[in-house]
T-cell receptor, first 112, second 118 residues
Framework: SQKIEQNSEALNIQEGKTATLTCNYT??????LQWYRQDPGRGPVFLLL?????KEKRKERLKVTFDTTLKQSLFHITASQPADSATYLC???????????FGSGTRLSIRP | GAVVSQHPSWVICKSGTSVKIECRSL??????MFWYRQFPKQSLMLMAT?????????EQGVEKDKFLINHASLTLSTLTVTSAHPEDSSFYIC??????????????FGPGTRLTVT
């Protein structure tokens, strides 16, 4: 069965640095991969989507890469701010099964 | 735009009773709505997918007679947890996709409902 691993349960970095979060998966590559932000006690908020034939996507301070050879997506937040502190989830969509699978998330903390 | 609301935001009920959770898309027509549950520090687990006017499709291992889903209109879906037990205590989150969007693409999530069964 498909497995998703997000690099660590928690990540702490200094304000202003670039935060890099990792999403690794096994077996088959998804049709597309999404990144969401989730604050405590709230529903996830969509951030970015990247398709299997795309290498990189950017949105303001966010950048996502997708490497189907490594079976990995990297999510970067540049010039990080304390307000970026949240849990970030990756989600993979498999079109053949019409199924979406979420990772367990990485809790990012940005210290001033 | 693309706001999804859920009601109630939290609920406490006694074991054996039923609880209904509402999910509404406030400013768009949701052709497809999804229901998830999330345990602490765990990922979202898709429970079922519902399309307006048709029966919900449940994921493997989810009891359809226990988790009743109704998607009566393009802006409202309800999840009823019947004969609730303490192990049903969880965070339930709905999401919606609008027309013209592929399944699961850019889902808009509700704020979630915390259910505690005593």
């Amino acid at each position: 069965s498909q497995k998703i691993e997000q690099n660590s349960e928690a990540l702490n970095i200094q304000e202003g640095k670039t935060a890099t979060l990792t999403c690794n998966y096994t077996n088959y590559s998804p049709a597309y991969l999404q990144w969401y932000r989730q604050d405590p006690g709230r529903g996830p908020v969509f951030l970015l989507l990247i398709r299997e034939n795309e290498k990189e996507k950017r949105k303001e301070r966010l950048k996502v890469t997708f490497d189907t050879t490594l079976k990995q997506s990297l999510f970067h937040i540049t010039a990080s701010q304390p307000a970026d502190s949240a849990t970030y989830l990756c989600a993979l969509y498999y079109s053949s099964a019409s199924k979406i699978i979420f990772g367990s998330g990485t809790r990012l903390s940005i210290r001033p | 735009g693309a706001v999804v609301s859920q009601h109630p935001s939290w609920v406490i009920c006694k074991s054996g009773t039923s609880v209904k959770i509402e999910c509404r898309s406030l400013d768009f027509q949701a052709t497809t709505m999804f229901w998830y549950r999330q345990f602490p520090k765990q990922s979202l687990m898709l429970m079922a997918t519902s399309n307006e006017g048709s029966k919900a499709t449940y994921e493997q291992g989810v009891e359809k007679d226990k988790f009743l889903i109704n998607h009566a209109s393009l802006t409202l879906s309800t999840l009823t947890v019947t004969s609730a037990h303490p192990e049903d205590s969880s965070f339930y989150i709905c999401s919606a996709s609008g027309p013209g969007q592929g399944m699961f693409m850019e889902q808009y999530f509700g704020p979630g409902t915390r259910l505690t069964v005593t």
